[in-house]
């Protein structure tokens, strides 16, 4: 069984992967939501299957917030879809405890994602829309006690307002 967050803020912006010059939009940051996309829809769907489900970290593209322009390849939470694409949290292995920004990231524990099996936080702060064609590979799938601390912080930073369909 899942449950389902129906969301009405849209997610902050959309990860391309860079492409080779002459190949497309080189834009990291890619145009409007999804055109059929009402709301982002949240549930905890984690399934072995090579899709990006929610509940599960995978690997994309990420561009960095202080240059677009470029980024690197990370892991990623999936907390759900807006029309055709997913919407992701990046993950660090980095501590920010001593961050002005602390609040806005969650502890999550470690897991497959990560070789080294470091700790690893989910910044709430930065919702990021990408096309499931761009994810790499799945790295595992978060437990649900830390899904919804994620998402109870998402929904604080964002002002979202829970509304839960289905069962959970």
């Known amino acids: 069984m899942s449950s389902s967050l129906r969301r ?44 990006a489900d929610p509940g599960e970290v995978v690997w ?22 807006e029309g055709s694409q997913v919407a992701v949290v990046r993950l660090s292995s980095k501590s920010h405890d001593q961050r002005r920004d602390s609040h806005e990231w969650v502890p999550v524990g470690s897991g497959a994602w990560d070789s080294a099996r470091r700790p690893s936080f989910a910044d709430a702060s930065r919702l990021i829309r990408v096309d499931p064609d761009s994810i790499r590979r799945e790295g595992a799938a978060l437990d649900r006690r830390h899904f919804d601390d994620v998402l109870e912080r998402v929904a604080e930073l964002h002002g979202w307002e829970q509304e839960v369909s289905g069962a959970s």
């Open 8 to 51: 009405s803020p849209r997610v902050s912006e959309t990860a391309k992967p860079p492409v080779s010059p002459g190949q497309g939009d080189s834009s990291p940051l890619g145009g409007p939501p999804d055109p059929d996309a009402a709301t982002l829809t949240v549930s905890y769907e984690p399934e072995r299957d090579g899709d």
């Open 60 to 81: 994309t593209w990420v561009p960095y917030e202080d240059d677009p322009s470029q980024g690197k390849d990370r892991p990623v939470l999936v907390l759900g879809r």
